[in-house]
């Protein structure tokens, strides 16, 4: 971490700390500047659309079961 990094934000991530991995996470989404939503739902949209055309051509085609 670059040494103008606050305490608090420093103690959060220290190594030593028992912090879970939940918690990082939460902490990490809470911070996220707005205009990274977009790209957010842009990137679900695109990983749950292709799971499900792989899912349905595995479903459809008898040949790839």
Same mark, same amino acid.
């Given at each position: 971490m670059p040494e103008n990094t606050p305490n608090s934000i420093r103690a959060k991530f220290s190594v030593h700390d028992p912090l879970p991995l939940a918690g990082r996470?939460?902490? !990490?989404?809470?911070?996220?500047?707005?205009?990274?939503?977009?790209?957010?739902?842009?990137?679900?949209? !695109?990983l749950g659309g292709g799971a499900f055309a792989m899912s349905h051509k595995l479903w459809t085609d008898p040949s790839l079961r």
């Open positions: 996470l939460r902490y !990490a989404i809470r911070n996220l500047p707005p205009e990274t939503i977009p790209m957010v739902v842009v990137v679900v949209a !695109a």
